[in-house]
């Protein structure tokens, strides 16, 4: 059941460059959409979110852009810094089911190079 | 900064026993969650916990799981019975309100299942 799909499994690129993070969801009812960045040996931390009202959500160095007809959200992150580097996790939920359940996609792990 | 915490770290025990992993969700927030992340795969959702009863849970979550808040402040998971492929991290989270509602989960630094 892979709802939500993140289909790069890493990224690389140079430190003040942009990092562009792709995701996307089959299901039609998902309408909050969030980013989590983790780092090994912690919990993911929440990164920037966006709600289905809207198509842009920016965040200082972070943006993320939301596409409903493609389904597809990505998230930017300009410039980029080498504490950056971390597994980067897409998240869906809906607001029909009360909001109770978030589903993450696979998680992309993105390397700054310095 | 509040955080939710989670104890322990690392549980190691043999297949078969009963396990609880114990959190304490940040005070002011209404909903408790587990999501567990077995090595090299993606985060599950496993069980989300309102007004002291299960709000929705998946369909990994079966008889052999449960949660229960016995003090107004823990937040518990309990595995029985063990099986090896419950070797997992399993995180806690807790939000203010339900996460569709524009509001985010914070999660613990998790605590890792190794079953043996």
């Known amino acids: 059941d892979q709802q939500v799909k993140q289909n790069s499994p890493s990224l690389s690129v140079q430190e003040g460059r942009i990092s562009i993070l792709n995701c996307d969801y089959t299901?039609?009812?998902?309408?909050?959409f969030l980013w989590y960045k983790k780092y090994p040996a912690e919990g993911p931390t929440f990164l920037i979110s966006i709600s289905s009202i809207k198509d842009k959500n920016e965040d200082g160095r972070f943006t993320v852009f939301l596409n409903k007809s493609a389904k597809h959200l990505s998230l930017h992150i300009v410039p980029s810094q080498p504490g950056d580097s971390a597994v980067y996790f897409c998240?869906?939920?809906?607001?029909?089911?009360?909001?109770?359940?978030?589903?993450f996609g696979a998680g992309t792990r993105l390397f700054v190079k310095a | 900064e509040p955080e939710v915490t989670q104890t322990p770290s690392h549980q190691v025990t043999q297949m078969g026993q009963e396990v609880i992993l114990r959190c304490v969700p940040i005070s002011n927030h209404l909903y408790f969650y587990w999501y567990r992340q077995i090595l090299g795969q993606k985060v599950e959702f496993l069980v989300s916990?309102?007004?002291?009863?299960?709000?929705?849970k998946s369909e990994i979550f079966d008889d052999q799981f449960s949660v229960e808040r016995p003090d107004g402040s823990n937040f518990t998971l309990k595995i029985r019975s063990t099986k090896l492929e419950d070797s997992a991290m399993y995180f806690c989270a807790s939000s203010e309100s339900g996460t569709a509602m524009n509001t985010e989960a914070f999660f613990g630094q998790g605590t890792r299942l190794t079953v043996v």
């Open positions: 299901n039609s009812m998902f309408d909050y």
């Open positions: 998240a869906a939920s809906s607001s029909q089911t009360g909001g109770f359940k978030t589903i």
């Open positions: 916990f309102y007004n002291n009863e299960i709000s929705e």
